[in-house]
């Protein structure tokens, strides 16, 4: 045996497998390396879970917020200009990428409604560009959008946000009342302007935010309702490709005339998607760090192992076994509980993450609670997405960790001294 033995070989490999089934009647740590085991799992599943729902709340976030508003923004002296603006509209919806450039008005009303009296956010824009919005044109619980913008009869007609019609006391058909604080100019300002309008249908957007502040209305509307015959806010652009956004700014601005000023959706709320991707990082650290301490359980089982097991060692040694062998057994015998725990692990949070849905709806009905409040959250559902090379980067650090705290105990293990292990047995 000795020096020749091959490293890893089929007794090294079957001794240390047996060490670890090994009763503790028979100096085995059996119990302690189904806590290590059931620690390092744990840690993997929580891990990956919770990085997974992470994931998931920002494909969700963007999928909603990015599907709601524009990818890039153009604003600037061409919004005052009927004719520069039209033609600047028509050159961005040529530029390779661009699939959909219309000019918006963004502004604050109050809704007057039988129920109540609340805040809330008009949008004006044309009937094919609301049609084009898929978020919401695709999403109308109530009525049809066959009304809106058609006629004189249509130009009064709004979609309002399922959340905020409840909240209004309103639904398709019914008035009502916007005030918008500075609509009319006079001699001494500003006044507020009040019409009715009539609610043509309602719509669901999937973030409560939108469902209970927006209601759309026809552009030409929107332009003498709040005061802005023959002006805009912006020129509102959807690209193919939003994380391509920031690459469509030059041609874009091109394409628009040197008066533009364009800015994509990450320059628009830098500080919330800033804060979204530290949020994310910290806690992917501190989940790591419940892996490095689950792994550090290891320690505690072999050095118990090494402990019970001395005499063997030392019969080991001098029947031939090196150091490098004895040291190589300890070291598979810790690093296949950890890599144990790291398959089971993956296991375990995979599937939580892929049948999330079903399993929150089974706990919302064993416990008649809800456990994920839309209106807390923004969205309707606890969302989860897989990365598979964020999972594969979990698994990795796992398996290094396992492998990094099994090395103490199994160093120790090959520098135990025969003699003396037997001459204490």
């Known amino acids: 045996m000795g020096g020749r033995a091959r490293p890893f070989g089929l007794w090294e490999r079957m001794l240390a497998g047996r060490y670890l089934r090994a009763k503790r009647s028979e100096g085995g740590v059996a119990l302690i390396s189904i806590i290590s085991f059931t620690g390092v799992t744990l840690a993997v599943a929580i891990l990956i879970i919770v990085m997974s729902v992470m994931n998931g709340f920002r494909a969700e976030l963007l999928g909603k917020i990015l599907g709601f508003n524009g990818h890039v923004f153009v604003t600037g002296g061409l919004l005052d200009n009927a004719r520069m603006r039209d033609n600047a509209v028509e050159k961005i919806a040529k ?87 500075a609509g009319g100019a006079t001699a001494f300002g500003g006044t507020p302007v009040q019409k009715a309008y009539v609610v043509g249908a309602t719509f669901t957007a999937g973030m409560s935010q939108y469902d209970q502040a927006y209601i759309f209305m026809p552009l030409e509307q929107a332009q003498l309702f709040f005061g802005r015959e023959g002006t805009v806010d912006a020129i509102e652009i959807r690209v193919s490709d939003p994380d391509q956004a920031g690459k469509l700014k030059a041609p874009i601005s091109r394409a628009a005339g040197p008066t533009a000023l364009v800015a994509d959706w990450t320059q628009r709320d830098a500080s919330y998607w800033g804060a979204l991707k ?148």
């Open 278 to 425: 530290v949020e994310r990082n910290v806690m992917r650290l501190i989940l790591m760090m419940l892996v490095v301490i689950a792994a550090m359980n290891i320690i505690s089982g072999l050095v118990m192992l090494v402990k019970n097991k001395g005499r063997d060692i030392a019969i080991l040694r001098t029947i031939g076994a090196g150091q490098g062998s004895i040291m190589r057994i300890f070291f598979m015998a810790g690093a296949a509980i950890g890599a144990a725990g790291t398959l089971a692990g993956l296991a375990v949070g995979i599937l939580v993450s892929v049948y999330i849905g079903p399993l929150q709806s089974f706990v919302e009905w064993a416990t008649g609670q809800q456990v994920f409040a839309s209106d807390v959250y923004f969205l309707s559902r606890l969302p989860a997405k897989v990365d598979w090379i964020e999972v594969a980067i979990i698994v990795a650090f796992s398996l290094v960790m396992s492998m990094v705290w099994t090395l103490p105990p199994a160093w120790r293990a090959s520098r135990l001294d025969p003699v003396e292990a037997l001459r204490y047995e």
């Open 95 to 181: 530029v390779p990428g661009v699939t959909q450039a219309f000019p918006v008005i963004d502004a604050q009303a109050i809704a007057l409604g039988p129920n109540q009296v609340t805040g809330a956010m008009v949008r004006g824009l044309s009937p094919k560009d609301l049609a084009a919005t898929r978020i919401v044109a695709g999403n109308i619980t109530k009525g049809s959008l066959s009304g809106f913008g058609q006629g004189d009869y249509g130009g009064n007609v709004v979609v309002v946000g399922a959340r905020l019609a409840e909240q209004l006391g309103v639904k398709p058909g019914d008035n009502v009342t916007l005030i918008s604080p």
